[in-house]
Nanobody, 122 residues
Framework: QLQASGGGLVQAGGSLRLSCAAS????????MGWFRQAPGKEREFVAG????????EYSDSAKGRFTISRDNAKNTAFLMLTNLRPEDTAVYYC?????????????????WGQGTLVTVSS
């Protein structure tokens, strides 16, 4: 079971660090992904990281501003959000899948957290 946290209200240009912890089982053998869903929009891929942390992938909107990382010893993944914009406002979800290839497709992730809301004011 995944638990996402760290969301909140921040001004444009600000930063937040999201966390995703597993309450049961291990994340060390799973690839992790972060997705987001803005009101009235589809859930979209933001960033992904392989089980061992050596490979990551970002959406175009996330590149250069967001950083995905993980600490397998703490069974936790992170998403650092910097230089936030109002259009980044969304519910952010973490997800996990077995450690095969890194994917950006929502349907390939069987395990999901409950989401954490990020609101960026202008």
């Amino acid at each position: 079971q995944l638990q996402a946290s760290g969301g909140g209200l921040v001004q444009a240009g600000g930063s937040l660090r999201l966390s995703c912890a597993a309450s049961r089982g291990t994340l060390s053998n799973k690839n992790m992904g972060w997705f987001r869903q803005a009101p009235g929009k589809e859930r979209e891929f933001v960033a992904g990281i392989k089980y061992n942390g050596v490979e990551s992938e970002y959406s175009d909107s996330a590149k250069g501003r967001f950083t995905i990382s993980r600490d397998n010893a703490k069974n936790t993944a992170f998403l650092m959000l910097t230089n936030l914009r109002p259009e980044d406002t969304a519910v952010y979800y973490c997800a996990a899948r077995n450690a095969i290839r890194l994917t950006t497709t929502r349907d390939t992730y069987p395990w999901w957290g409950q989401g954490t809301l990020v609101t960026v004011s202008s």
